[in-house]
């Protein structure tokens, strides 16, 4: 889905540069499309796909020697796109999964875990990797890949590593048949024990999620 403007017909298709910047703008591309919702019952498996081959460009930055700026100070880039719609039109898609819960740092001893969203993440990389792709589409290819590789390490890299886990779970819940012990938008008020309440989890999974994103359980 690499937008067949964006090099320049003289630059070498096996340059690193090149391979990661179609990565990264494959990745934009196709998420922007996922958010429309026109297909709606494939968001999480597309979004599985998605995530998990920007990773393969991430692994590429993070496996790479330090790059090094051309310049001491970033260039101002210019005003950059809002991610708002983007994230509203995930929240909606994502619904009742967006919410999941994620270890920050696995290494630090006794860490708790903290609350996320997915369409939040999601709109947060995209914003990492736009503001690189600005750089790169003006020519700073040192300027980009710096900031990709730095934006790696310090934000995008773990926000969409727990994203894909987050996608990975709700596949496997589904497809094992294997309820959630509690579903963001399921009404836990109601008087239910502990079993009724799981098994009550496990019929809206499959109703609300599996359903629609077409996911046959294993019986």
Do not use: C
């Amino acid at each position: 889905m690499s937008d067949a403007t964006l090099h320049a017909t003289s630059q070498n298709p096996d340059d690193f540069a090149v391979q990661i910047a179609d990565q990264i703008e494959s990745f934009l591309v196709a998420v922007t499309e996922v958010a429309k919702g026109d297909e709606p019952g494939s968001t999480v498996p597309f979004l599985l796909l998605e995530v998990s081959q920007l990773l393969l460009a991430g692994g590429r930055l993070g496996a790479h020697e330090d790059f090094l700026p051309d310049e001491r100070y970033e260039p101002d880039p210019g005003p950059e796109p809002d991610a708002d719609g983007l994230r509203e039109n995930l929240a909606r898609l994502l619904d009742p999964v967006d919410v999941y819960s994620e270890v920050f740092d696995p290494y630090a001893p006794r860490t708790a875990p903290v609350a996320a969203r997915i369409s939040d993440d999601l709109a947060d990389v995209i914003t990492d990797l736009r503001h690189g792709m600005v750089h790169y589409r003006a020519g700073r290819t040192a300027e980009a890949l710096w900031w990709w590789q730095f934006s790696y390490f310090s934000n995008w890299g773990p926000t969409a590593s727990a994203v894909l886990r987050a996608l990975q779970s709700v596949l496997i819940h589904v497809r094992l048949n294997q309820p959630l012990e509690e579903l963001d938008g399921l009404d836990t008020d109601q008087d239910l024990g502990d079993d009724a309440l799981e098994r009550e989890a496990g019929r809206v999974m499959a109703e609300e999620i599996g359903t629609p994103l077409g996911i046959r359980q294993v019986r």
